[in-house]
């Protein structure tokens, strides 16, 4: 995908998952290059929006483009990017970056100093991004938020999801192959 100039968020959310692999994502500036991805859509057992909207998943059911940020076990803040069309509930998590874009910010929020472990997970990737509920619904394609094409073709490599009771055989984990910064290889 080198040189094209902008993702369709309205394609499937496995589409987008693969799709997303080496692009760069920056929040206010502070990011890198996508390295691992996972799709839920609305027939996935795992996806929050299975069971239908409620007040948490809304986001989920929004335009595609849109961010959906939730909290994990009242945890972590996890950040995914909504997908097809509005009222569908499907998304794309981004699960780990190789972070190339505010690295001493990035460290300070993490208080780790490896960049492997800096956005190596989806709770490490939005407390080094400074991604909490306040960025829940906004625009991707907005500030604070870019994403930026890959110089180059990406090597994908894909696997079943992880960190999931349900659904674990769907093949809708993506990752950059080879790549040191995954949450757990692929």
Known sequence: MPGA??????????????SLIGWTLLVDGVGGRIVETEAYDIDDEASHSFRGMTARNGAMFGPPGSTYVYRSYGLHWCFNI????????????????????GLDLMRQR??????RQLCSGPGKLAEALGITGALDRHRIDQ???????????AEVACGAS???????HLPWRF????????????
């Open 5 to 18: 100039a902008r993702i369709d968020y309205s394609s499937s959310p496995v589409d987008l998952a693969r």
């Open 82 to 101: 909504v997908c097809r069309e509005v009222g569908h509930g499907a998304a794309v998590l981004i699960r780990a970056l190789e972070p190339t874009h």
């Open 110 to 115: 993490r208080r780790a100093e490896d960049s």
């Open 143 to 153: 500030p604070p938020f870019a994403v930026l094409p890959p110089a180059c073709d």
């Open 162 to 168: 992880i960190g999931i009771s349900k659904a674990q």
């Open 175 to 186: 990752a950059l192959a080879k790549s040191a910064f995954l949450s757990r290889k692929v």
